[in-house]
């Protein structure tokens, strides 16, 4: 069965950081480019960070500056360095390749920035 399993998500205060992680099994996902996405109550799913099988990275403007993501084939595993957060950043997070494939969203990992 191959999943995509995210965590690290928690409640913290503004300005403060998180790392999400997104565990990959049942394939290897080092030939596919992967993003991460975040839906936020009453909103659409939105992509907010990409990278390529070869490291290039893109980012929403919303969180160009604050967010870095990276992979570890070795470990099948993509994160989410989350900086600076904001109260408006807060969402449930998923990852998923780039583009998205409907079977591969998982229960994504909550993100609350509140003081």
């Known amino acids: 069965q191959v999943q995509l399993v995210e965590s690290g998500g928690g409640l913290v205060q503004p300005g403060g950081s998180l790392r999400l992680s997104c565990a990959a099994s049942?394939?290897?996902?080092?030939?596919?480019?992967m993003g991460w996405y975040r839906q936020a109550p009453g909103k659409q799913r939105e992509l907010v960070a990409s990278?390529?099988?070869?490291?290039?990275?893109n980012y929403a403007d919303s969180v160009k500056g604050r967010f870095t993501i990276s992979r570890d084939n070795a470990k099948n595993t993509v994160y989410l360095r989350m900086n600076s957060l904001k109260p408006e950043d807060t969402a449930v997070y998923y990852c998923?390749?780039?583009?998205?494939?409907?079977?591969?969203w998982g229960q994504g990992t909550q993100v609350t920035v509140s003081s």
């Open positions: 998923n390749t780039y583009p998205s494939q409907y079977e591969y």
């Open positions: 049942g394939r290897r996902f080092s030939i596919n480019a």
């Open positions: 990278i390529t099988t070869g490291g290039t990275t």
